[in-house]
């Protein structure tokens, strides 16, 4: 059964950093792209970006550019998405999933959210 659970989401300070992990189980990542997406209380969800196993990438918005990072290790089918200089704005549930490389494009599956498979969430709350 294919599956993906993120974890290492909680309560942090503005400022602060959080590493998020997702685990994948069931299918490999080299078969697969996988993307962080969030949502805010209230707001739409929003994709982050997202990596294939030769470590392409998709662009994250400007909403966190050069403060979040994706990364992944394959031997372990785990992708990470590193937070640092959170903002109270960050505050959202963060979900992980996974689109086949198979399709006709991952990237524009990753951009538009149509993604195949997907976590349940982790909650990050940013707050003083």
């Known amino acids: 059964q294919s599956q993906l659970v993120e974890s290492g989401g909680g309560f942090v300070q503005p400022g602060g950093s959080l590493k998020l992990s997702c685990a994948a189980s069931?299918?490999?990542?080299?078969?697969?792209?996988i993307g962080w997406f969030r949502q805010a209380p209230g707001k739409e969800r929003e994709r982050l970006a997202c990596?294939?196993?030769?470590?392409?990438?998709?662009p994250f918005p400007d909403s966190v550019k050069g403060r979040f990072t994706i990364s992944g290790d394959n031997a372990k089918s785990t992708v990470y998405l590193q937070m640092n200089s959170l903002k109270v704005e960050d505050t959202g549930v963060y979900y992980c999933a996974a689109t086949s490389l198979d399709g006709p494009s991952w990237y524009y599956a990753c951009v538009t959210g149509g993604m195949d498979y997907w976590g349940k969430g982790t909650l990050v709350t940013v707050s003083e």
């Open positions: 069931g299918f490999s990542l080299e078969n697969y792209a």
């Open positions: 990596i294939t196993h030769n470590r392409g990438t998709s």
